[in-house]
């Protein structure tokens, strides 16, 4: 009787085993998604298929185990208002939760800036779209700031520049590195940084169309997913898209089958292969191999490594001058990611120097204008410091240092045209009760006054005389000197 017991109980485990494998209930992480396709812009045609990708990626994520968000067709304070609700759902499912959004629609750069383009944006000039767009940075750092487990973005929005009044943006999306940011995300471009993306002739763009059929399989680590996207948005585009990434993940993650809070195993080891691999390894990985077949992995791989490897061995190959120009574009992107990060008027005139012809010349002219304004007002604003020479103790005295030329003067006689002012002589008051009593001088007699008359006349006029004029003098003193003061 045991030995039925034990085989149910061992086919029972087995069971389990296999649908937590296949059910997306049963994932150990919470999973939240916010979708948005924007489909029916107001000044621009209609992105037709912005809302199909939306309505396939949901559909997808719901199978997958996530609680999706949609949201079509928004606004800008319709897109900020879904974005602050999404982070707040994502705050409130802890740290144990997996965050991803996709996006379809129209997306610029301008100044070396991501915006995502609301559906009512109706720029008039380039200023405008700071003001009127959402910038990438603000969702990347809106959920960067939150503790969770794995952010994922996936953005269909390199498609083509539709305002014309935006000649001098750039094409595509400018490279957003990952790995400035906190750890735990993973970004994915459906096309290459600075390369504008297909809209397609189907129900769904390229980039979405693999990303539905690749993401299906079980078990398959994200990396690996998306590298076979990458491949097949390749195939089905005859290279004129491939599909670009950026992962700090620090933890597995799988569509379909249990990430189980793993480290990266295959994902990981595929991860740190792309980011070290030289181009001499990827010499010894591609002699040997036929074309087609070169071409596929360094196309899964798309690195610049692998591209310039592929150049110098197969010069000769019907795909060398596609896999030439991809290495080129993504050279030139990532100089300018590197010229925007440092955003100086070296870092831009050395862009220049390189890429003085790309279509993000004009910006970076642009931008090198401003660092040099900038440099010119904190040269105008910055004070003057003045250094003053030290002072020995036992040196005889010497004149104060000149606020120019921070020396000591030597000592050198004044000569000054200006006669010295008199000095003043205040008459003491007198009390009110005193009275003052002037004697008159007798007319002149022949025999001469008395002695005693003259030295009282002589007093009192020398008094009077000096007092009212030195008075007066050393009032038109001051007045006569005040030009000499200044």
Known sequence: MRRPVLCNLFLASSLLALTQ??????????????????????????????????????????????NVTTAPNLAQNEMRQAISDFASKVSAAGADTVALVFYAGHGLQIDGENYLVPVDLDPKRETDIPVQGVRLNDLLNTLGALPTRSRIFMLDACRNNPFPALSGAGHGLAIVDTKAGAPGTFISYSTSPGAEAEDGSGVDSPYTTAVLSVAKQPNLPIEEVFKRIRVAVAQSTDGRQIPWESSSLTADFRFFGDSGGQQPAGASSFALASGTRSVDDWRKELRGREPKAAYDLVIADDTIPAY?????????????????????????????????????????????????????????????????????????AAPINVAMAPTCPCSSPSTPASPVNPKVLPINKRVDDTPPKRKVVDTPKRKPTEQVVVDRRPPPQESGPPPGAIMQGIGIGVGIGLGMGMGGGGRGGDMGHGDYRR
């Open 308 to 380: 310039q490897a592929y150049v110098e061995l197969f010069a000769r190959a019907s795909q060398a001058p596609r896999v030439r120009s991809m290495l080129e574009r993504r050279r030139m992107m990532q100089a300018w990611s590197e010229a925007n990060a440092v955003n100086t008027r070296a870092s831009f005139e050395a862009f220049l120097a390189s890429y003085g012809n790309s279509d993000l010349a004009i910006t970076a002219r642009r931008m090198l204008l401003r660092v040099q304004n900038r440099s010119i007002a904190a040269a105008v």
């Open 21 to 66: 494998l296949f059910t997306p209930d049963a994932h150990a992480e919470a999973r939240l998604a916010l979708v948005i396709g924007q489909s029916a812009y107001r000044a621009v045609p209609e992105l037709p298929n912005a809302a199909n990708d939306a309505e396939g990626i949901t559909e997808l994520l719901g199978s997958a185990g996530f």
